[in-house]
């Protein structure tokens, strides 16, 4: 079982930047893939980022694709998204999740079993 807890949401203008982070419990960190979710009101969740166990393949929702960089750091059970050129549109609350490695794609939200409770990120215009 993997525990997740987000940090680093707030508040920011538009055009600003804002990292957030996941830290993981337990000691199989390296072998799970990494994904971040959001969640706007009155909205779906979806995919936005996720990483590989080992770290060498990402992949991006469009509408976030050369703003943001997801990123882990095994060795401190962490998981990043670096989030730039924010806009209003990007304002929900991000959920770290994880899974064990598996070929299936990283995008789907229901190949997740565990999930942290999320952060808010609000951008304001």
């Known amino acids: 079982q993997v525990q997740l807890v987000e940090s680093g949401g707030g508040l920011v203008q538009a055009g600003g930047s804002l990292r957030v982070s996941c830290a993981a419990s337990?000691?199989?960190?390296?072998?799970?893939?990494m994904g971040w979710f959001r969640q706007a009101p009155g909205k779906e969740r979806e995919f936005v980022a996720a990483i590989m166990w080992d770290g060498r393949s990402t992949t991006y929702a469009d509408s976030v694709k050369g703003r943001f960089t997801i990123s882990r750091d095994n060795d401190k059970n962490t998981v990043y998204l670096q989030m730039n050129s924010l806009k209003p549109e990007d304002t929900a609350v991000y959920y770290c999740?994880?899974?064990?490695?598996?070929?299936?794609?990283?995008?789907?939200?229901?190949?997740?079993?565990?999930w942290g409770v999320g952060t808010q990120v609000t951008v304001s215009s």
């Open positions: 337990g000691r199989t960190f390296s072998s799970y893939d």
């Open positions: 999740a994880a899974r064990p490695r598996s070929f299936s794609s990283m995008e789907l939200v229901w190949t997740f079993p565990y």
